[in-house]
Nanobody, 113 residues
């Protein structure tokens, strides 16, 4: 069974770059047809898909966040990462990594000075 675990700082200052890592176990991030996503949920709002990286390494961006997001992977570590630049308090949210029916537990990120 695939397990996902997010890690990263819980507090980021405005204008900085947020970096999160998703460590995958029980499956390989290069498995055919797997698409690994980052999703977030801000307080009082719905889920927002932020982007994905495919098993092939192809990238898929959210149009609304494209200019600020960067997703990459480390196949040796079986991890994929999210970088979100120029954060503001509006980026405060619980961030999840996701694959099909599998979700990480989520990590709270607060943007505040």
């Amino acid at each position: 069974q695939v397990q996902l675990q997010e890690s990263g700082p819980g507090l980021v200052k405005p204008s900085q770059t947020l970096s999160l890592t998703c460590t995958v176990s029980g499956g390989s991030i290069t498995t055919n047809y797997y698409y690994w996503s980052w999703i977030r949920q801000a307080p009082g709002k719905g889920l927002e898909w932020m982007g994905a990286i495919a098993y092939s390494g192809s990238l898929y961006d959210s149009p609304s966040l494209k200019s600020r997001t960067s997703i990459s992977r480390d196949t040796a570590k079986n991890q994929f990462t999210l970088q979100l630049s120029s954060v503001t308090p509006e980026d405060t949210a619980v961030y999840y990594c996701h694959l099909m029916n599998y979700w990480g537990q989520g990590t709270q990120v607060t943007v505040s000075s």
